[in-house]
Each structure stands twice: as structure tokens, then as C-alpha cells.
């Protein structure tokens, strides 16, 4: 998904911008998913230690919702 709306936001990047936000969101969200994901085993979610990973995810999650509100403007 992050490709494809990279892709579709260089195309044209003066109207995309909400595409191109959105799949930079995508990419940097990706290996948070695949590094740590959340455990619903463990119900204790208070030790849960931060990597630089989970950054980039919330980096991610950020920049989905900023692409998502310049897509609706």
C-alpha cells in the first residue's frame, strides 16, 4: 500500500500530497508491525519497553492521519 500511494503522490505531488503523506505513513508503520507486534497473550502492558522501531510506527500512524486530513481539505 505504501508504494502504491508513494508512487501515485510523485506523480502528481502538488494535488496527491494526502497520497503521498499517507504511503510514507504506510512505509515507516510496516516493520513495527513486523518487529513488535502487540502480544493479547500478555495483558499487562505496562512493561512494555519503547524501541526505536515503535517510533517509526508512531511516525507512521502520524503521518496516515496528517494524509488522511489533507485528503478530506
Given at each position: 500500500?505504501?508504494?502504491?500511494?508513494?508512487?501515485?503522490?510523485?506523480r502528481?505531488?502538488?494535488?496527491?500530497?494526502g497520497?503521498?503523506?499517507?504511503?510514507a505513513?504506510?512505509?515507516?508503520a510496516?516493520?513495527?508491525?513486523?518487529?513488535s507486534?502487540i502480544?493479547?497473550?500478555?495483558?499487562?502492558?505496562?512493561f512494555?519497553?519503547v524501541s526505536?522501531?515503535?517510533?517509526?510506527g508512531?511516525?507512521?500512524?502520524?503521518?496516515?492521519v496528517?494524509?488522511?486530513?489533507?485528503?478530506?481539505?
Open positions: 500500500m505504501g508504494i502504491i500511494y508513494v508512487t501515485d503522490g510523485l502528481s505531488p502538488e494535488t496527491e500530497m497520497r503521498l503523506l499517507m504511503g505513513g504506510f512505509l515507516l510496516a516493520p513495527q508491525a513486523f518487529f507486534p502480544s493479547f497473550a500478555n495483558p499487562d502492558l505496562k512494555i519497553k526505536p522501531v515503535d517510533w517509526l508512531m511516525a507512521g500512524v502520524l503521518l496516515l496528517s494524509g488522511l486530513v489533507v485528503r478530506w481539505l
